[in-house]
Every structure is written in structure tokens, then in C-alpha cells.
């Protein structure tokens, strides 16, 4: 299925700054890019960089003050793939591929080291695999309340499961945490996601099951059939759409993810196990 | 019921110190001394308080180094205030004594202000009074491990929460923050305990429910109606039973309760709500 | 000294709320009400305490919803004690009167007990007593940023002195913590400030040095002659001027503090350390 | 030059499990490894992996219970680039090469994003460069005790520069935070270390400055150019020389790094900057 996304973003420099952008949509297999435009206005010269361990892309320019403004635009096909959730079964950790160890690691928002008990006593003997992660998501949707203004950028998982309340940032860090608690990898993924409301970036998890990525989405706000993947990492402390070094106040932004025009769309959520992961 | 009570305590101050005990059993109108004595070695003046707001009774003293030691005994003779579980309301914020505000407020070690959406959330929809508090002492007993070297003099309710493990203390101060966050005066309550085992300095709490402060042991490991009382306070770092000022190292230390020769006394536990509380 | 001092409150009750107050001025000898009056809109039964080991009035009232308003205003006559900072000498910990024990040990938002080194190193080699705690006031206010927005009510001084930001009661959370890992009993103070611009509630602190407790404010916010105290506690956990049970809205608020009329004023800060305890 | 180092480690697995080891020496240009061995008993099949980001080197194996004995030794030659302190300079924000990013943001030991203030302010002031950073280690150095015991596998940078303690693992994740506050890349270093004593794994952190990773070790307790690399990664939760899946206790351990026989060995410790990254 293919998707229109894209953003508006603007900000105002107060004097010399660099900013570090990762708003596009990443190349994957089962995410083609059909087509891609970025305009920055003023115009500067613009550093790219794939990261080749997450195929996050990054954009990195300078700019000497004033206002600053993006447009991304992309269509992208989605081509998931499906799978019964019941079929799906968790990797034991001797057998786990090495390459997704440092995701069963704790991280900033994501204090695995500290959950180890909790996560055994409340999800330990839950059936295993991608039904285990799918319950503990439905705890985190069902214990915690989403609130706008709940939460700032130092909020970790932890803080999160005391206080029961974040937004889709800490939800994605808590999912994270209890994951790897269980010792299942699992990791940080921003998006552009369909059927949020309101629109905007959103934040979602993987959890490493089965020789696949798998996505959830504690929030329940999107279609997981219907997010575009910008970035993946550790935590959210590995994924922002935007940092800068020098003086820069962020002005108003639009997120956009549309199915293409003449695209069939029906009203009902996925219910299949979702992965943009190749193998 | 009498009860012989004591402890034998042993430090070695390397130099001069002044030291502050809370040892000495409460005089309370239910829990009367019938006879006590302390032997402090060596022979040095003693400081006596008995604090207004807590009737908690303390020592202190000065040496100038070397080996400190004390026995206290007393035969106590309790007479707690029994009561149906099933009959003991809550009082409504509104509602309560002025004097029990202070036990409403967050603490060092029970920061119930953090935990507002947890205890609502897990235990606001109990029945209310004396067996909401027995439903969160119980989920407290089923989901921590009481384990020796997992806590420390730094951690408090919260972290408790989060990494279910602790001792007595934690115990008490985790009880203490979720009754608060109900709406439920709670503190803190140290005490020669019947029928711990190994023998040790207890921690406990109490709630404020209908008109008395209740006894809870969400550790299960002592007679609710054997507790002989020390001190009270909002918290473990109210409730000490030996601080100092100077370089001193504590040495081996024995503490007992036992009934008084002559006693009946029956193996069940009592399932009476207990109180040492006049009114 | 004459002040008029007072305040304008509004709330509103989405339904049956009860509310807890403590604004008026505390009755000491030292601070002396020379006429008060509070009116509460609508017209509701006011109860009124006064806690004997603190001085704190509280009224609490119910209303079965809707805008509440109160007006508090109060003339008060100020003659603190006034003595020369650098004669001002600390209580070893051991001589301490037993009554200021409890404002040594560490509480919810002041966590002296993880303090302990840093406060010894850094202050721990300075001159001892008024200048001593002058000093780490001084430390305070000149490493700490007074940001507006940049604390919440969960912010402890271990946050604050990690992230360098605050606002008065911030700033007066950390300063008690310190003095407390100092061995210098420590406590909250709730006052009118003159001089404070842009007028509001302000939070200082005391520590207890030879005798008495004497006002810092490591804010260099308000004049310290001019405080008229409300509250006093262990940190801002017992310090509330308004807390409620049931679902209530802050309003406006207005504050104020200015000299009598006819009275002489300089322009200069007093330099002299400053009591309003009696003793 | 030349060093000999290895361990040996013994473990007792009460059942089956699987551990992962990251023992062996990195294979650099500049730290070439002359001859090596592993001795595993009971001999099992080995699982090998280098990480292609970090170069770590990871040894699997499954044992299904019982004592489990482990002996590595190596010779290596240490061929450091050398620099002169005072002319190796900071490379702006906006310059780093994209694959240090990672190495700026917070992680779970090196909260680096609530240290932003405290570093800018104690050391924002200083010379640029690798003399900033000597700074901030010697600063660690000269305010945390070094003590046993002090921390455990939760304790973090905002952990430890509150109660300034620790141990190597803690000194470094403070000196990457602080790094990383400033703007300096910075990560996690665990090594076999000449001149330690007692001998033991030891860790320090590395931060990018003009081109390449310099070394720094707060703990001033080893020789930076004897300094034998095992593992990188961005705090003490990456690089772990010995983790379990299964219940598996850890017994006694030997660590050696001592230079090859018929070197020539100066007394004296170097002052020159020590880099073992080749550009």
C-alpha cells in the first residue's frame, strides 16, 4: 500500500546554528521510496548520512540565524510483512543473533536493570512471544493515561511506570524496557503513522522475536499496517527528528500520512502481526 | 498480654561521639511498662526526651571513644484495641484530624506524591477502610521479595515499587506511600516484634481509619497483636533506633520478645484489626 | 516594622471539594498581628487549627462547587532579632535541643542523606556558623539558574542541585538539604515577601545556629526584615498554602506585602543575620 | 610495547545456561595482538562475534550446569599515538563525523541531558580542547571517593556526582556525561591495565577531540599508555566482560597486565595525550 507523508517544520535561529534532522522516511526493503522531495529555506548546503547499523538518515546543515524552514514530502509502498501473532515465538537469549544484544541492553529511558523483577512477576508466565509483548502493551494502554504535558524530555520508563502517565514517546520507552526485562531485544522506532489523531511524529516499539523486528504500539492511536519508519534506535533518546547546537527556538510544525489517492482503505485495524524487517 | 522485650547493642566509637537511641518501649495508655532497666557501659551521663507529638523516648549520650554497650529490658503488658476488620471505615479528607494532615504528605521515603495514579489505579476501587489497606499490604506481600542486601539506607517507596524487593523498612515505607496516595494518613512504626524470626529490631506502619491509627505488617512476619512499640514517624528516616555523630561501627546486636513466663498463648494468628492507639 | 500584608484567591470547584488553607500570618512575639481579616466567598463554616509544634493556622471549609474566592489581608508588626552574622556560631550536633532533631533528618524533598559528601566537601572546610550557611546560600544563588517553568511539584533538591534550575522553593529545598548534611537543623519557611518583584507566595530558609533559627534566602530575592512568615515545615511537602480533595482549578491569585504607611524606609538590604524565633 | 595480560574466571552454573564474554583484547592497527589463547573447561562449542561498530570481540557458549573455568592470555603491543595536550582542540557540534553522534546522546549510566547546566557552568569556562577534559577528570578525581562497596550495577553519573563515590565503572560514566554536556563525544572503555593495583578489569572513557579518541582515566590509577582495549560502547551497560542468561554464580577471578619481559620500563607516568584509534 502506498502512503503520502511529510512535514512542515519551523524554527528561528537566534545567531549561528546547526541542525540535525532525521525526517525521512528510510530506505528498507518493504518500504520503497516512490518518490521524495526536501526544500530548506534559506538555502544552505546540506551534509547527508546514513547510519549503517539503523539506516537512519540523517540531514545536517548550518545556518547564521533567522527563520528556518523545511518541507518534506514522500510517497512510500509499504509492503509488511504478515503474520499470525499466535504463531510467533521468542528467540531464547543463547540463541539470539549478536547483532540485536545491545537491545536487550538498559538505556537512558529505557532502565531495563531496574525492571528485571517486575517484568518476570507480572508478564514472566504469560504465554511466550508475540502474544507476551502484546499483553504487556495492553498494560501499558490500559494503566497508563495518556496526557499531553504528563512528561518532559529527562522522563524514563521508569519515571513512567510510577507515574502511570506520558505520551506516545513514553509509552514506546516503557513497552522498551519490559521487553528486555524479559530479555526479549526491543527497540525505539519514530514514525509517520496513519489515523493518528491529531497528526504528528509518533513513536512506536519493536520488539526481536522470531528472527524479525516486530511493531507494537502501546498507544493504540495508529495503524501499524500504515506507519512509515524514519528512525530506529535504543530508546528515544536515540531518535529525535530534530537537535541543534547553538540558540534555536521550534516554531509550528504539520506531520502529514495519507494513503495515496485510489488506494483501497478499509475501516478496520490490522489484527496480523506486522514487521518492516527484512529477514 | 505481658511481653519481656530488650536488645543488647554493641558499637565501637573511634573517637569521641555523641550518640542518639530510640530503644525504649512506649508509654502508652494500652501498652503499659510494668518494669524496665538499661545498663549503658561505660557509665556516662544520659540525656533523656520523650518527643510530644510521637511519645517516642530518647537517649543520648557522649564517649569519648572506645566500646560502647547496652542492655534494655522492660516487661511490657499490652492491651490493644480490637476491632472486626469488616467494620472500619475510612474518613474523608475533609474529615480527618488536623493532627493527621502531616501523615497525608509525602515523605523521604514514601513519596506518595508520585504514586497519586498507581494507588488509584491498583487499589481505588477496593472496598474502602480497614480491608483496602489489607488488599495493598497483601499485593505488597505478593509481589516483593523480601531479601536481605537488595535495599539500602538510599531506598525508598518508589524505588521499592519498581525493583520489588526490600526489607521490614521498605516494606513499611512502600505501605505508608500507597495508603497516602489514597487519601490515608499513614506513618511509620519500629518495634519489638513477637514471633519475628530471626529476632530483629520490626518495622510496620499504621493507617488513620475511623478514629485510630491501625496496624499493618505487609511482611507477615509478626503478631499485629504482639508488637511492642518503640517510635512512630513519618517514615524510616523518623524512626532510627541508634544515630551518631562522630566515627563509630556497629558490633553484633540481639534483640527479643518473648511472652512473660506463665502466659497463654495460642499458634494462631490474630485476624482482629489491632491498634494501640487510645482514641 | 509594620507590613500589610495579604492575598486574593480564586478557584473553582467542578464539584463537592474540600479545601485546606494556610495563609494567614503565624502569631508570634515576634510578628505580631495588629488586625486581620478573611472573607470567603460563598459564605461557608470555616474550621480553624492552629499545630502546636510548628505555629501553622489552617482553615479548611467544604463547598459543594463552583468559583471560590478568599481574601486574606492582615496588618503585622515585625521585630525580629537582629545580631551580627559573624558572631553567630553552630550547635555541635550533640548539644542540639532535641526539638530541632527532626528538621536534621533528611525529608521527601530534602534529601540530606545523599548529601553527605558533597556537603562536607564543599562547605565542609569554611568558616563555621552563620557564615557558613551564608556561604552555601551564596553557592546556591550564584550555580543555580531562576527559571520559572523549570521545576515541577515533584522536584527534589537532589534534582535541583543536578540540574542547576529552580524557583524559591526549589531554592530553599536545596539549601536545607545541604545545611542538614552539615549537621545544621534546617527548615521550610511559606512567607509575604517584601520587595519580592513580581509579588507572590515566597519560600526561604532556616537553620538553626546558636540557639535560634535565622532566615536565609538564597533567592537575594526578598528582604529578610520583611518576611512575614505563614508556614513552617520540613520542606515544601508541609508547606502548602492551598491543597484540596476532590477536583478544583487554580484561578488568579493575587499577593502582596508593602510597609505600612508613614513608616521610614531605606533603600538598602539589612546585613544583619535575622530571627524571628523568640529564643 | 609490549604487555602480557589475561585472566582467569571461574563460574558455577546451577543449571543450564548461556553466557556471553567479552574478554580478548581488541584486534586495532595500533594494538596488534602478537599470540593469544583461550582455554574454556568443560570444553564446549564457542560461538565467536566481532562487532563491526565497535570492535568488541564476544565469545558464546551454552553449559548445562556446574563449574565453569575460563583462562585468556595474550601478548599485545601497544602502539598509542602520542600528542602534545595543549595543541589537540574540540571539534564543534556541527563538525563531528556523523558516527560519533551516538556517542553525544544521554545513556542509561551518562545522563548527559540533565548535566547540561552543571557542566556548562563548572566547566564551560576552560580552555578548549583535551585540557578540558583533563579538567573535568581531574575534578572527578579530586571530589569522589574512590571506595568499594560505594555502588552497585544500578548507580548512574547523576548517582554518583551526588554522592561522590565510586568505583572505575562510576568515574567513567561520570567523565562521558560531563563530556557529552559539553558537546564532547565520549564513551566507555573497559581495558586490561598496567600499573592497577590490585590487578583487576579496569575502566576509563575516551573522547573525540580533533579526529580521534583520547583516553582519560579519573581514577588516576593506571598508565594510560599501558592500557590493553577489551570493549567500547556508550556506558558501563554496553560492556560487560561477563554476562549470564540462567542462574550462575561468579567465583573467584585473576586479572594481570604486566609489560613482556626485557622491556625497557620507565618509572615515571606519561603526560602526552594517548590515543589507540588510528585516525
Known amino acids: 500500500m502506498r502512503f503520502e507523508v511529510g512535514c512542515e517544520l519551523a524554527y528561528e535561529a537566534k545567531g549561528p546554528a546547526s541542525l540535525v ?97 517486575s517484568a518476570r512477576a507480572d508478564f514472566g508466565s504469560l504465554g511466550e512471544g508475540h502474544q507476551r509483548v502484546t499483553a504487556l502493551a495492553n498494560w501499558i494502554y490500559e494503566h497508563l493515561e495518556y496526557e499531553r504535558g504528563s512528561s518532559n524530555q529527562h522522563t524514563s520508563a521508569v519515571d513512567t511506570l510510577v507515574e502511570r502517565a506520558g505520551v506516545c514517546r513514553d509509552f514506546a520507552n516503557l513497552g522498551i524496557a519490559l521487553c528486555r526485562a524479559l530479555g526479549i531485544p526491543a527497540r525505539f522506532v519514530s514514525a509517520y503513522a496513519w489515523r493518528l489523531d491529531p497528526p504528528d511524529f509518533h513513536a512506536v516499539f519493536e520488539a526481536w522475536l522470531e528472527g524479525r523486528w516486530y511493531l507494537f504500539d ?40 495519507e494513503p495515496s489517492p485510489g488506494q483501497h482503505v478499509t475501516e478496520e485495524l490490522t489484527v496480523d502481526a506486522i514487521s518492516l524487517s527484512e529477514i
Chains 1, 2, 3, 4 share one sequence.
Open 21 to 117: 534532522m532525521n525526517i525521512e522516511a528510510a530506505k528498507l526493503p518493504r518500504q520503497r521510496i516512490l518518490g521524495e522531495s526536501l526544500v530548506i529555506s534559506p538555502e544552505v548546503p546540506v551534509e547527508r548520512y546514513t547510519a549503517p547499523e539503523s539506516g537512519n538518515r540523517y540531514l545536517r546543515f548550518a545556518v547564521q540565524g533567522g527563520p528556518v524552514k523545511l518541507r518534506y514530502e514522500a510517497e512510500v509502498e509499504l509492503d509488511p510483512h504478515r503474520a499470525d501473532p499466535a504463531l510467533i515465538d521468542e528467540t531464547p537469549i543463547g540463541k539470539l543473533p549478536f547483532e540485536t544484544m545491545p537491545h536487550l541492553w538498559p538505556s537512558r529511558y529505557s532502565q531495563s536493570d531496574r525492571l528485571l523483577r
Open 218 to 257: 502501546a498507544t493504540r492511536q495508529a495503524a501499524l499496517d500504515g506507519l512509515v519508519r524514519i528512525g530506529v534506535g535504543r530508546d528515544a533518546s536515540d531518535v529525535g527528528f530534530c537537535t541543534w547546537d547553538g540558540q534555536v527556538e521550534a516554531g509550528p510544525m504539520k506531520v502529514w500520512n
